[in-house]
């Protein structure tokens, strides 16, 4: 499972039977035209709202009987699509992934973490509503970054 593009990227990859590697990052770099200026001085709306999504996924993993571990770990480094920019990233471990989580992550993750990071830079601007793929979704947030 992935959703990954020039933003964002949210990927669960299974590391042995039922144990799965959850990596997430948002790339600091593309969204500052849309940040900048616009939060309190050392919190980044891109970084907090990953954390505080980050939490809320934990919860839904919770709410599946799987289970969270908080690991320190290499698995993620080579996701990050743009190599060259700078990234905050987070992972975990599930325990007892099912593919019915996986895909409710994947369809949850993406428009939360943007409307958290919307809703921090108090702009009047609502993320669709719809299920964008990671293409639309990216230019969206490309059209975001101009007028920012």
Not at 58 to 71: G, H, K, L, Q, V
Not at 72 to 101: A, G
Request: include cysteine; charged fraction near 25%.
């Amino acid at each position: 499972m992935e959703y990954v593009n020039d933003f964002l990227y949210f990927v669960i990859k299974p590391i042995d039977g039922e144990k799965h590697i959850y990596c997430s990052g948002v790339n600091l770099t593309r969204f500052s035209p849309i940040t900048k200026g616009k939060h309190r001085l050392g919190q980044n709306p891109a970084s907090k709202g990953l954390q505080s999504l980050n939490n809320e996924v934990r919860s839904m993993i919770i709410s599946f009987n799987a289970t969270p571990e908080t690991i320190k770990n290499l698995f993620c480094q080579h996701i990050k699509p743009l190599k060259d920019e700078l990234w905050y990233t987070e992972s975990f471990i599930i325990h007892r992934y099912t593919e019915s989580l996986g895909e409710a992550i994947i369809k949850f993750a993406p428009y939360e973490l943007i409307n958290k990071i919307l809703k921090a830079t108090l702009l009047n601007e609502t993320p669709p509503k719809i299920t964008l793929s990671p293409n639309e979704l990216e230019e969206y947030l490309y059209e975001l970054a101009k007028k920012g």
